[in-house]
């Protein structure tokens, strides 16, 4: 059976996908949309291009790479996340899953790319990264979400901003890029907290990520969580003034 695959371009594990799916010819259009990809919002011309080949291939199966919300066209999702309204989570990362439905083998590069995606630096630590190693995965992966020099230097300064108590800090960031401050104070913090200006996302980082996604609950926007159950990541959308006191007050609170 043909394949044909929908994949974003919003950080460093689509990207190696994509070039996986190149690589092997197998058949892919890249959708534009950043983190938080829906299927509800895939441009026209990906539209257009999974029906013509569909048209041409009636049988083909249609994938789609962590892509929230109603899948289209009968399609499978590829995902470990969970989601409002799904739970997807998978003890294998995308970049695994695309691997093992090719039959492939992923080199040592897209495995720390894999591990990264699953646990983030502890999950890279553990699979026995160098320090380099770790550099270069982090690094391809803020280049790989739109990253720019100017909020890569905004960061700096936004972490000498930041509010710290008893190990907990809450980092806001007027010109989002948030993995520009987490891969920058990591290890300094047992729970983290940031607050994207442009894009309105509240993302909780540490132990308590699960806690943080069932306070959210009754938030009409995109809320989320993901990553090892020991330092996981949760995040929301646009939270009301009710759900921001209720989520600072949780931070703060002792543990």
Not at 13 to 20: M, P, T
Request: aromatic share 8%.
């Amino acid at each position: 059976m043909k394949k044909f695959f929908i994949v974003p371009a919003n950080d460093g594990e689509a990207v190696e996908i994509r070039k996986i799916l190149s690589a092997n010819k197998v058949a892919h259009i890249v959708t534009r949309q950043p983190w938080g990809a829906t299927w509800a919002n895939l441009e026209p011309e990906v539209a257009q291009a999974v029906e013509s080949f569909l048209s041409a291939n009636p049988d083909a199966q249609v994938h789609g790479v962590e892509l929230g919300g109603p899948a289209r066209w009968n399609a499978i999702n590829i995902d470990h996340h969970v989601y409002r309204d799904e739970n997807r989570s998978n003890e294998k990362s995308s970049i695994e899953q695309v691997a093992a439905l090719l039959n492939i083998e992923l080199t040592r590069h897209q495995s720390l790319i894999a591990a990264n995606d699953k646990g983030y630096i502890p999950a890279l630590i553990a699979a026995g990264a160098t320090t380099n190693e770790i550099k270069i995965v982090r690094a391809q992966d803020r280049l790989s979400q739109g990253v720019t020099p100017d909020q890569e230097a905004q960061a700096v300064a936004d972490i000498n901003s930041a509010e710290v108590r008893d190990g907990k800090w809450l980092v806001r960031c007027p010109k989002g890029a948030t993995s520009a401050i987490t891969d920058r104070i990591y290890g300094q913090y047992s729970e983290l907290i940031t607050v994207d200006g442009q894009n309105g996302k509240w993302i909780y980082f540490g132990a308590r990520h699960q806690e943080f996604y069932a306070l959210t609950d009754g938030e009409t926007h995109a809320r989320w969580y993901g990553g090892d159950p020991k330092s996981g990541f949760s995040g929301v959308e646009k939270p009301t003034s009710e759900t921001q006191a209720k989520i600072l007050n949780f931070f703060w609170q002792e543990v």
